[in-house]
Nanobody
Framework: QVQLVESGGDSVQAGGSLRLSCIVT???????????LGWFRQAPGQEREGVAT???????SYAESVKGRFTISRDSARKTLYLQMTNLNVEDTGMYYC????????????????WGQGTQVTVSS
């Protein structure tokens, strides 16, 4: 099964930047043509929301609230998923999770079966 481990979360001031990383390991690695990777976040008392996804053709999808500020990417050699976040605001605060699925298709509306443990991002005004 696919395994994911996130890192890079930190406390920053509004307007700052952070880069999150997610190491993806397991049977499929980055070799499955149906592999879909994504970033999700959840604030206390709020439901989990999709942030961005990327498929094996490097096609990306973003939540409207992060378009132009966040960039999702992958490094196949390092088997790592990234989320570059710029111009952070207080509303970006939350626990960020990376996720993966191989059920076909890719996007924020898909069901993800494999999840990381999460990394905390806190943005102060």
């Amino acid at each position: 099964q696919v395994q994911l481990v996130e890192s890079g979360g930190d406390s920053v001031q509004a307007g700052g930047s952070l880069r999150l990383s997610c190491i993806v390991t397991g049977y499929y690695y980055f070799n499955d043509y149906r592999l879909c990777l994504g970033w999700f976040r959840q604030a206390p008392g709020q439901e989990r929301e999709g942030v961005a996804t990327i498929d094996m053709y490097s096609t990306t999808s973003y939540a409207e609230s992060v378009k132009g500020r966040f960039t999702i990417s992958r490094d196949s050699a390092r088997k790592t998923l990234y989320l570059q976040m710029t111009n952070l605001n207080v509303e970006d605060t939350g626990m960020y999770y990376c996720a993966a699925q191989t059920d076909g298709g890719c996007g924020l509306d898909r069901v993800f079966k494999h999840w990381g443990q999460g990394t905390q991002v806190t943005v102060s005004s």
